[in-house]
């Protein structure tokens, strides 16, 4: 069976943003019961998170056959949130939309500029089809789950968390663009 997580990413976040945004989140969170307050070793590759707290069902669906066994992971540092497979099999410019195969001459690349942004912060990669240069973050991804930014909320062995859910939590962001990246382990 595996482990699983769901992590909403704020794409949008600093550095400097991620630990007063945390804060916000979490503390909503802890309000409205999804999680509790204290901190417990209840997350898989952290040594802390926030247990499920008494009205955890408010942020999941109504067909779920299991309460959630585990927590929720925040990040506050630049990470890459992956699925856990493979990589994308392309990346999505998000200036025209085209969609350049991870497979050929292109793909080294990009895996470069996403080791450069995870080292460093900061890295672009030239769209080979409109030649807009468009830092690492802003790329999207076919097949894969893939998200980078200096905030993650990081939901694992939770039921799937709503729609509506991953949209309030989002309210809370400052108007951020978020990702929903979900895989198993």
Known sequence: MGDHFQT????????????????????????????????TECVLGQPLGHPPGPHWERAVTDDWDREPWDGLAVHTRRTGFTSGADMPGAAVCPRCASATPLDDETGPRFYAAMQTWHDKGAASVACPACAATVAVPEWSWDDSPLAFGHLGFEFWNWPDLTEDFRTRLAGLLDGHRTAYVWGSI
Do not use: K, N, Q
């Not at 949008?12 to 409205?32: I, M």
């Open 8 to 39: 909403i990413v704020d794409l949008d976040a600093t550095a400097s943003d991620a630990e007063p945004l945390a804060r916000r989140v979490v503390e909503w969170l802890v309000a409205e019961g999804v999680v509790l307050g204290e901190r």
